[in-house]
């Protein structure tokens, strides 16, 4: 939960101390969220729900974890 709203704070950041930057951070979220679909749904099925979900949760904690400076 406290991940969750640290990314929706960060975004929240982005747009607000950054206009010119908004639709640069729009598009590259909605670019992410669009080529992980091609992408997480083999994977899953390759190597299974515990693997897909610690990778991509340690790699959410990292991105969020380089805000710390913000």
Do not use: Q
């Amino acid at each position: 939960m406290t991940l969750a709203f640290s990314n929706a704070c960060v975004f929240g950041y982005v747009v607000d101390g950054h206009p010119e930057l908004t639709f640069v951070a729009i598009d590259a979220r909605n670019l992410l969220t669009f080529g992980l679909t091609y992408f997480v749904n083999d994977w899953l099925a390759k190597d299974g729900v515990l693997v897909v979900f610690n990778v991509l949760g340690g790699i959410f904690v990292a991105v969020n974890l380089l805000t710390t400076p913000l």
